[in-house]
T-cell receptor
C-alpha cells in the first residue's frame, strides 16, 4: 500500500503571500490531520478532517485553514504568510484513532 | 503550557545496550500514549502505543512502560542498534485512542547508538 504523500516537498514564499499544501492519505484512511514542526515548538497539531468535516482544531490563527475532498485528499492553506510560518508541515492519515501515519512533510520557507 | 515533556534532548548509548527514553505528561485526561521515531527528511513513524489501562506493552525490541500515578512513561529499546539512531517523539491523546485523532507531542529526544 502506498504511504501518505505530500506535495510539494519544498516551497519558498515571500511574506504576505499565501500557500496551499496538498496531502494524499493512505488508501482507505478517512481521517487526515495536519501538524506544524518547528525547532522551538516541536510538533503542534493544526487540525483534523474526517469525511470532509473539520473535527478537531489546534490553537493556530485563522490564517491557517484546510479542507478535505470526497476522496479524502486534503489541502492546507496559509494566507498572509509571516516569517514565523517557516516550518515543516506534516500530514498524517489514520484508519483508527490515534495511530497516525505521517507523510514526509512539506518544508516551507518564508522570506 | 507544555503538556507532554521529554526532558532529555539527546541520549547516546553503545550498540547492544539498553536505551531508555523518558516522557512526562501533565494532563490527567490523556489516556493513550504513543512513541514515534523520526529520521531526517522523513515523517514520524509509529513505533508502539499503550493504553492507560495497561502498564506495559511490548513489541519485539521495544517496550513501553506507563506509570499513571507519576504521569510518566518510558520507552526501552533492547538491544540498541545503530539503525535506531533517530529522534524519538512521545505523544498523547485522550478519548481512548480509538476515537480521538488529536495528538499532543513532546519535543523529542535524539538517540544516537554508537557501534
Amino acid at each position: 500500500k502506498a504511504g501518505v504523500t505530500q506535495t510539494p516537498r519544498y516551497l519558498i514564499k515571500t511574506r504576505g503571500q499565501q500557500v496551499t499544501l496538498s496531502c494524499s492519505p493512505i488508501s482507505g484512511h478517512r481521517s487526515v490531520s495536519w501538524y506544524q514542526q518547528t525547532p522551538g515548538q516541536g510538533l503542534q497539531f493544526l487540525f483534523e478532517y474526517f469525511s470532509e468535516t473539520q473535527r478537531n482544531k489546534g490553537n493556530f490563527p485563522g490564517r491557517f485553514s484546510g479542507r478535505q475532498f470526497s476522496n479524502s485528499r486534503s489541502e492546507m492553506n496559509v494566507s498572509t504568510l509571516e516569517l514565523g510560518d517557516s516550518a515543516l508541515y506534516l500530514c498524517a492519515s489514520s484508519l483508527k484513532g490515534s495511530e497516525q501515519y505521517f507523510g514526509p512533510g512539506t518544508r516551507l520557507t518564508v522570506t | 503550557d507544555q503538556q507532554v515533556k521529554q526532558n532529555s534532548p539527546s541520549l547516546s548509548v553503545q550498540e547492544g545496550r539498553i536505551s531508555i527514553l523518558n516522557c512526562d505528561y501533565t494532563n490527567s485526561m490523556f489516556d493513550y500514549f504513543l512513541w514515534y521515531k523520526k529520521y531526517p527528511a522523513e515523517g514520524p513513524t509509529f513505533l508502539i502505543s499503550i493504553s492507560s489501562i495497561k502498564d506495559k506493552n511490548e513489541d519485539g525490541r521495544f517496550t513501553v512502560f506507563l506509570n499513571k500515578s507519576a504521569k510518566h512513561l518510558s520507552l526501552h529499546i533492547v538491544p540498541s542498534q545503530p539503525g535506531d539512531s533517530a529522534v524519538y517523539f512521545c505523544a498523547a491523546s485522550q478519548g481512548g485512542g480509538g476515537s480521538n485523532y488529536k495528538l499532543t507531542f513532546g519535543k523529542g529526544t535524539l538517540l544516537t547508538v554508537n557501534p
